[in-house]
């Protein structure tokens, strides 16, 4: 250990600790340092409840939208494989050329089952759902064509097969226009892309504001802290063991608040329950929202302590430096 | 023990502090440096605890150039050198008893090893009794054997003691500075800064004097003092 003096065979006595003495005693000093900073936050416990609500309230935010997004595309993803396929047949279409077109279609192995809409029949269905009611009765005559409503096999479903067929589908002679159900879909999932990039800047912004509240919480600490931390340098601390009471410090926070974040999700979720569920039953789907996973548990209280500890990180390396003994 | 050649301090600003100093302090050897205030004192034992660096020439500690340590190897120097100090440096919301074990806990001795030396290091100054007391709770000459206790702890070669009897009375400053005697004797090497001339006309230690930062004096007596 001793610089200047090999064994101090030459002071007042002889010092030697071994090796697995020496890492034992490490690793017990750095318990007694983190139950230390674990206590100081104890013994100060407003200012602590206030800097871990903060903590916990900033991971929270990004940590529900994430939530909220991940469900969202899990139901989605349900919807991926019911789309259908509107076809709309040309004006000059009759009755009996409608027909042939089914009979043909009926034959094709990529079509589960078809239904046919006539234009009255569309006509009567707009009516009633409209709400225009009388106003219809004015038209001369019937605007709507004869539409029929194509439902792929599942294996002809999926986004690219079911275009496919749209495409197939638009070469007879009686369709006029085709559509696929899926285009809704797609602005879906751009609109999705907008949230889970929106959910990430969020996250970033915040993350960084834990950062910076971390950081400057201990920096205080440093500085309430400035004689002790002259003691121990002029008594042979290193920098690793003045920094150490002050990473736990950030390292408690870190994990006080992704704990109280987690609560706060789980909370929010059994709040919003209802409304999602009366969401859902707009769509005729039964949906159970997904809370955090053990993994995403895990993932967001890593990443708590990890702010926490960049945070102290920052303010250790850059004030506990400044702070030398005069 | 302690050597220093050719030393000069110059702090930014161009306040001369020390030109020119040289001594040499052997091993075992008790000696005091004095001088009055601002003649460079405070600045020659920093110069020795690395909290400055010389301007020009080298300091030696055991043959060791100290301008050779790295910032991080600093402390590790700081523990084979017991510091004391006019203020005593105690950290007053613990307890004595901690405030000695403070050396010791950062070499990362054990709990029983820590515990045993503690309480030889309390006894040694007369304090076994008041080691769960807050540093607070004793006078001030106490406070500085608490100081000195946390000082010799871990057993350094080589003491420092920058005013260590600065605020006591003369009956409490010969206490302390026989407790300085009793580490010599064990074969501690002792350096004392001091501008009690008082203190030091009662002993036959070597007296190394100060002003302007040049050292005038070297010697058993400040009569019989060389020049350097």
Redesign the interface.
């Known amino acids: 250990?001793?610089?200047?003096?090999k064994g101090?065979s030459?002071?007042?006595?002889d010092?030697r600790?071994g090796l697995a003495?020496?890492f034992t005693?490490?690793m017990?000093?750095h318990l007694?340092q983190a139950l230390n900073s674990l206590g100081e936050l104890w013994r100060q416990p407003t200012a602590s409840i206030m800097t871990v609500a903060v903590l916990g309230l900033s991971i929270t935010l990004p940590s529900t939208l994430y939530i909220l997004v991940k469900n969202t595309e899990k139901i989605s993803a349900g919807w991926d494989q019911a789309s259908e396929i509107s076809l709309f047949l040309t004006a000059q279409t009759t009755a009996g050329n409608a027909q042939q077109l089914l009979a043909r279609l009926s034959t094709w192995e990529e079509i589960d089952s078809t239904v046919y809409v006539p234009a009255d029949d569309a006509l009567k269905e707009f009516q009633q759902l409209s709400g225009l009611g009388d106003a219809v009765a004015y038209l001369e005559a019937n605007p709507l064509p004869d539409v029929i409503l194509v439902r792929p096999t599942e294996k002809f479903a999926g986004p690219t097969a079911a275009a496919a067929l749209l495409e197939k589908l638009k070469q007879q002679r009686e369709v006029d226009i085709g559509k696929l159900d899926i285009e809704w879909l797609e602005r879906l999932y751009a609109l999705l892309d907008i949230a889970r990039e929106l959910v990430s800047l969020i996250g970033i912004l915040l993350f960084l504001a834990v950062v910076l509240i971390i950081g400057n919480t201990i920096r205080l600490n440093i500085l309430n802290k400035r004689?002790?931390i002259?003691?121990?340098?002029?008594?042979?601390?290193?920098?690793s063991?003045i920094h150490r009471p002050f990473l736990y410090t950030g390292f408690w926070y870190g994990l006080l608040g992704g704990l109280l974040a987690w609560l706060a999700v789980i909370i929010i979720l059994w709040w919003m329950d209802s409304s999602i569920e009366a969401f859902a039953a707009l769509y005729q789907k039964d949906f159970d929202i997904t809370g955090l996973t053990g993994t995403a548990l895990l993932t967001m209280l890593a990443l708590s302590v990890g702010l926490g500890l960049l945070g102290s990180m920052i303010a250790v390396q850059r004030h506990v430096r400044e702070i030398?003994?005069? | 023990m302690i050597k220093f050649e050719q030393v000069s301090k110059t702090y930014l600003g161009g306040q001369r502090a020390l030109s020119k100093v040289n001594f040499h302090i052997e091993p075992g050897e008790m000696a005091f440096l004095t001088g009055h205030s601002g003649a460079g004192k405070s600045t020659l034992l920093k110069l020795i605890s690395i909290m400055e660096r010389p301007t020009v020439g080298r300091v030696l500690i055991n043959g060791h150039d100290l301008n050779t340590i790295t910032r991080r190897q600093i402390a590790f120097i700081r523990r084979d050198i017991g510091m004391i100090f006019q203020n005593h440096h105690l950290l007053m919301d613990k307890s004595v008893f901690d405030n000695v074990a403070l050396p010791l806990i950062i070499e990362g001795y054990t709990r029983k090893e820590t515990s045993r030396r503690v309480e030889a290091a309390l006894e040694m100054v007369g304090l076994s009794q008041k080691a769960k007391n807050s540093p607070l709770m004793l006078s001030g000459g106490e406070q500085q054997r608490v100081g000195i206790a946390r000082a010799v702890v871990n057993k350094p070669p080589l003491l420092l003691a920058d005013e260590p009897t600065g605020n006591l009375d003369p009956k409490l400053s010969m206490e302390i500075i026989s407790l300085f005697e009793d580490f010599n004797q064990a074969g501690v090497s002792v350096f004392i800064a001091t501008h009690d001339l008082g203190l030091i006309a009662r002993m036959r230690y070597r007296t190394l004097t100060l002003r302007h930062g040049q050292m005038i004096t070297d010697g058993l007596n400040e009569d019989e003092g060389a020049w350097q």
Request: proline residues 3%; without cysteine.
């Open positions: 250990m001793s610089l200047l003096f101090r030459q002071g007042a006595s010092v600790i003495q020496q005693m490490l017990v000093s007694r004689d002790e002259v003691v121990m340098k002029l008594i042979g601390a290193t920098d063991f030398e003994p005069s």
